[in-house]
């Protein structure tokens, strides 16, 4: 009986060894191989509907989820003896509406938001002490929190010249005596080269696996 215990102790023991190797390679593999961050998220260029003139917005159709072809009139705009169409300014997807039929508007007012869902990016913050091991060109491996279960491929278009601090407008700035360092992370652009179907909109939350 005792031996028995014994044995199965030692099976138990010989299994947890070779979970924890297995684990400890698998990090070690994934160190050498790739730069990762899980700092990243789609986005893609927002363009904002601007209202043409002043007047009274008309015959509005811009639903959140239409796409609109460039130059589509999707409004009118009747001032005092002129009518202004309100024409889409690019192709894309209506991602923000924020106007209704008979409201007053003035020019330039904000009125809604459209994104080309087909000129999407990943934008991800790479800590400063691994910039050097990423280059333009790399292959990236991107996981999207909305879709677990699908790997997408990206290539590295652009690097930051900037930390992420300088670009989100916060200088690290410090003057006092107790200087805090910390490490900074540089943006880096990577192009998506397919949805496999999926449907990607700005905002979503992503990591990535850039080879080294």
Sequence with gaps: MAKAR??????????????????????????????????????????????????????????????????????????????????????????????????????????????????LQIVANVQETEINNVAIGKTVNISIDAYPNTTFTGTVTQIGSSSAVITNGVPDTNLNSNFNKQVQRVPVYISIQGTEGKNLVPGMNAEVQIDR
């Design 6 to 119: 014994s044995v199965s102790i030692t099976i138990i023991l010989i299994i947890a060894v070779i979970i924890i190797l297995g684990g400890g390679g698998w990090y070690v593999y994934n160190q050498q191989t790739y730069v990762t961050s899980s700092d990243a998220s789609v986005q893609g260029t927002i363009v904002t509907l601007s209202a043409p003139a002043d007047g009274v917005l008309v015959n509005w159709h811009a639903p959140v989820g239409a796409l609109v072809n460039k130059g589509a009139v999707i409004g009118r705009v009747n001032g005092l003896g002129v009518n202004t169409d309100f024409v889409a300014p690019i192709t894309g997807t209506i991602i923000q509406n924020n106007a209704v039929d008979q409201e007053v508007v003035v020019p330039g007012e904000p009125v809604g938001y459209m994104v080309n869902l087909n000129d």
